[in-house]
T-cell receptor, first 111, second 115 residues
């Protein structure tokens, strides 16, 4: 059974701080890694995806991947109250068509 | 901006009844998916669909479930005989590329309540 693990939180950070969200996965064959944001009662929306070891930056967001440690993280710089949501880590094997989601980390950004 | 649309937004049904959830994917997308999320739980994969056939399905997607693309725009999920445990939010998604290569666009979901 392939697993994607996340701390459920809530992770509480003050406005303007860096939020660090972490995810581990069990399947070494995983090739694609995704971070989705889900507001309460809404659908997931993609923030970033990463395939290669290292960092990938997009605006205030940075995804970090370490395949040797089977670890992927998301950093949110200059956190805003509007970033308060549940962040879902999702993993996929190349050639498959199914995302395996973690249970999500709830982020609260305090004004 | 193109979006995935789903109907109904909320459906209440009696146990044992058949339910059809409808989705209109983004028009030029080629890959279609159904996911579900039981309240407070993970988003779970049900099925993927490409070139008018199922390309992958999970163990959840048993004989009570079926999918269909009856015309060029709609993508439907049918649950033949609903059970209490089918109560969940059902998300349709579509993508231009295979799912591992990029973004899945999710619809706003159809909430199914089975009584």
């Amino acid at each position: 059974q392939k697993e994607v693990e996340q701390n459920s939180g809530p992770l509480s950070v003050p406005e303007g701080a860096i939020a660090s969200l972490n995810c581990t996965y069990s399947d070494r064959g995983s090739q694609s890694f995704f971070w989705y944001r889900q507001y309460s009662g809404k659908s997931p929306e993609l923030i970033m995806f990463i395939y290669s070891n290292g960092d990938k930056e997009d605006g205030r967001f940075t995804a970090q991947l370490n395949k040797a440690s089977q670890y992927v993280s998301l950093l949110i710089r200059d956190s805003q109250p509007s970033d308060s949501a549940t962040y879902l880590c999702a993993v996929m094997d190349t050639g498959r068509r199914a995302l395996t989601f973690g249970s999500g980390t709830r982020l609260q950004v305090q004004p | 901006e193109p979006e995935v649309t789903q109907t109904p937004s909320h459906q209440v049904t009696q146990m044992g009844q058949e339910v059809i959830l409808r989705c209109v994917p983004i028009s030029n997308h080629l890959y279609f998916y159904w996911y579900r999320q039981i309240l407070g739980q993970k988003v779970e994969f049900l099925v993927s669909f490409y070139n008018n056939e199922i390309s992958e399905k999970s163990e959840i997607f048993d004989d009570q479930f079926s999918v269909e693309r009856p015309d060029g725009s709609n993508f439907t999920l049918k649950i033949r005989s609903t059970k209490l445990e089918d109560s969940a939010m059902y998300f349709c998604a579509s993508s231009l590329q295979p799912a591992w290569a990029g973004e899945l666009f999710f619809g706003e979901g159809s909430r199914l309540t089975v009584l």
